[in-house]
Each structure stands twice: as structure tokens, then as C-alpha cells.
């Protein structure tokens, strides 16, 4: 059996088992973020026919000439629709930009919703119509899957069952695809994807196309994580670390380039980053604070941190 890097959890376990495999379940996952802040997810619910449809399809928008896709790169959004185009985002605490490119499909509301106004539409890529359409449907799917697993650590924590769900119930959500192209000359110093964590509560992502991602662990050794071809792999993100006061982990990690001998290789996945409303107060919980850890953060709101961190990434001026 090949390293994963990360332990792994069955969803179907919590969304349909017993009351002894719900508490399993929860135990296993809370267990994972609070330790590694990874986790692989076996019978996730998202169909596969679903999954392999946008990749295609993504796979079509990617191999469109530079020229059009800049079409698709709205300006005043900060990238969060459209297109962001090769060398625009960093790490935080790099000015080296990513190897990649990235397009960004966000929350949409009915015209008469009171938050119509936070989320603008999504564009239409007349060049790969069922791009667009398959990735609001992908998100759809993803936002089902992220319900159960934050349903779940409420659980654990102690909170109301539907704690999260209120607050991500037409969140700020985001589903990326991110192109990394073929590598054609010696990189400076950027990798494909310098390391970071993530901003939001939880990610949730699709296997990628070629390996290459890292997490940094306990004892500071990278450790690549390799999960099965259905398999999800989740992380923690800094709103939900912030919110429990550093009990799970957002954990750093990385995409890092592969053998030279697969330079020409180009790498394509597929995160979702599961965000909750913009007034979501992220103020860490009591319940997480004590003498041996007091509170380690100011409060905050979601929509003031995710502005904060999108400055630092160079997405927002």
C-alpha cells in the first residue's frame, strides 16, 4: 500500500451510517485537523462523471491562446470571477509569482438576493460553454460535501449542529481550476506553487492531474500527499484555525515541480475553497481558549480577513 501522507476518513460513514460510525467519523476527522490538518476523504458524493466532465473542459479553456482567455479576466474583482492570468498571484510572504494560471468561479445568488450585490456573475466562456456550467454545478456538489464535514466538527466542538451551515449558506465561496504549465526553462526561484496556507475555513480538493503537492509536517520534514484516484483531500484553512484558536491546524503546504524529465508534464487540479459569509465573525471560540492557550487572535470578520489576505497575495490593490 502506497503513502498517503495523510489518514483518510469515508464520508458515507457520517452521511449514512450509525450513530457508532457518525461518532467515528467525527472523532477520526477532527483528530486529523487538529494533528495534521489533512485529510484524504474515500465517498466524498461528488459524482466522478461530474468531476472528469470539468476537467475536461477546463483542459479545453487552458489550451484557448492567451489573447482570448484575457478576455475572461474581469477587472475590479480582485480575480475572484474570471481569469487571472500566468504570474499574477504569490505566497504571502513572497513577491515571486506562482507558476500558474487560474480561472475562479464564485457564489451566485438570484437577482432579487440581498447579497446580489457581493456577488457579481460568473462570465460565460463563449469558446467552452460547458466550462462555466459544469463548474457551478462542481460546486454545487462541493458545497454539499463541506456542509457534512464542517457539520461535523461543529459536532465536535461542541456547537450547534448547524453552526456552520448558517453561516455558509450563500458564502463567499470559491471553485478554482489553476493551470500549471509546462515548464520550458530553468525557474528563477518560483515553484508552481510557493508555500502557503489557505484563507478560508476548509479546502476540498479533486486529485490533481500530476503530483507534486507537500505539507509541511510536525517536525518540519515536507511530506508529499498522495491520495487514491476518487479520493478528496481536505485542509484546514486560517479562518477555521483562527476561529478555534490554533486547536486545528492550517497547515503550510506547497506544489512543488516535478523532475525535470517531467518538465514538459503540465499539472491541472481543481480546489475549492469553502468561504462563509462576509459578516461571519471568526472571534475565537471559548470553548477553545484556555490558561495553557489563550486567545492567540484579535477578532475579526471573515469579509475583513479575506480583503486582508487578498492584498497580501497581490490579487487586490
Known amino acids: 500500500m502506497k503513502e498517503k ?36 476523504v474515500a465517498n466524498h458524493g461528488v459524482p466522478k462523471a461530474l468531476v472528469e466532465g470539468f476537467f475536461q473542459a477546463s483542459k479545453a479553456f487552458f489550451a484557448l491562446p492567451t489573447d482570448l482567455k484575457q478576455r475572461y479576466e474581469l477587472s475590479g474583482l480582485a480575480g475572484q470571477r474570471g481569469y487571472t492570468s500566468f504570474g499574477k498571484e504569490h505566497a504571502k510572504q513572497s513577491q515571486v509569482a506562482d507558476l500558474k494560471e487560474f480561472f475562479q468561479i464564485g457564489q451566485e445568488v438570484e437577482a432579487n438576493h440581498p447579497r ?57 465561496s470559491i471553485l478554482r481550476a489553476i493551470h500549471y504549465p509546462p515548464i520550458t526553462q530553468e525557474p528563477a526561484s518560483a515553484i508552481r506553487a510557493e508555500q502557503h496556507e489557505d484563507i478560508n475555513l476548509i479546502t476540498l480538493l479533486v486529485g490533481a492531474s500530476a503530483g507534486g503537492l507537500e505539507l509541511l509536517n510536525s517536525e518540519g520534514k515536507w511530506v508529499a500527499v498522495v491520495p487514491e484516484a476518487d479520493e478528496f483531500v481536505i485542509n484546514v484553512g486560517d479562518m477555521l484555525q483562527r476561529l478555534t484558536n490554533n486547536y486545528l491546524k492550517s497547515t503550510t503546504h506547497r506544489v512543488v515541480n516535478p523532475p525535470r524529465e517531467e518538465w514538459h508534464l503540465p499539472r491541472l487540479s481543481i480546489p475549492f475553497f469553502l ?36 492584498r497580501e497575495i497581490g490579487l487586490k490593490k
Do not use: W
Not at 11 to 40: I, M, P, R
Not at 141 to 168: P, S, V
Open 275 to 310: 468561504h462563509p459569509v462576509s459578516e461571519m465573525d471568526l472571534t475565537c471560540l471559548p470553548s477553545c481558549v484556555t490558561s495553557d492557550q489563550p486567545v492567540q487572535y484579535p477578532p475579526i470578520t471573515a469579509g475583513e480577513y479575506l480583503d486582508e489576505r487578498l
Open 116 to 172: 446580489k450585490i457581493d456577488y457579481p456573475d460568473n462570465p460565460t466562456v463563449n469558446e467552452v460553454p460547458e466550462f462555466v456550467e459544469l463548474g457551478k454545478q462542481l460546486y454545487r456538489a462541493f458545497e454539499q460535501a463541506g456542509n457534512h464535514l464542517l457539520e461535523a466538527i461543529a459536532l465536535h466542538l461542541n456547537l450547534d449542529k448547524d453552526y456552520f451551515r448558517t453561516r455558509i449558506k450563500d458564502g463567499n
Open 5 to 40: 501522507g495523510v489518514p483518510t476518513v469515508d464520508l458515507s460513514q457520517y452521511v449514512n451510517g450509525t450513530a457508532e460510525q457518525k461518532a467515528a467519523f467525527v472523532h477520526d476527522l477532527a483528530k486529523a485537523f487538529h494533528e495534521v490538518g489533512f485529510v484524504a
